[in-house]
């Protein structure tokens, strides 16, 4: 599988950002597949995450203010961040996991598949 991310930029607190993640090499529509982030210093966290039926997770820290999404058609992954925060700011990494679904909250382990990331700074 080969993720391909893109949408990421800066921002002002408060603002929007769309990230999208373009999937190839594999039955798409039969992934887990979810978004992480990473901020220097700090570990990789699970932030949200979908399963091949449409069943959503969120970490707590976003929830209400990101949504995640899939087009299986494109085989394309998304996630809409609104009302962002400074404490958002990191690289953004899209993931697909081989299982159909993953316990949650969602952890890097279960992953084995993995963008480049698309980096995400938030201004005060």
């Known amino acids: 599988v080969q993720l391909v991310e893109s949408g990421g930029g800066s921002v002002q607190a408060g603002g929007s950002l769309r990230l999208s993640c373009a999937a190839s090499g594999y039955r798409y529509s039969s992934l887990y597949m979810g978004w992480f982030r990473q901020a220097p210093g700090k570990e990789r966290e699970g932030v949200a995450g979908i399963d091949s039926d449409g069943n959503t997770y969120y970490a707590d820290s976003v929830k209400g203010r990101f949504t995640i999404s899939k087009d299986n058609a494109k085989s394309t992954l998304y996630l809409q961040m609104n009302s962002l925060k400074p404490e958002d700011t990191a690289m953004y990494y899209c993931?697909?996991?081989?299982?159909?679904?993953?316990?949650?909250?969602?952890?890097?382990?279960?992953?084995?598949?993995w963008g480049q990331g698309t980096q995400v700074t938030v201004s005060s």
């Open positions: 993931a697909a996991s081989p299982m159909s679904t993953v316990e949650t909250p969602i952890h890097r382990a279960d992953f084995g598949y």
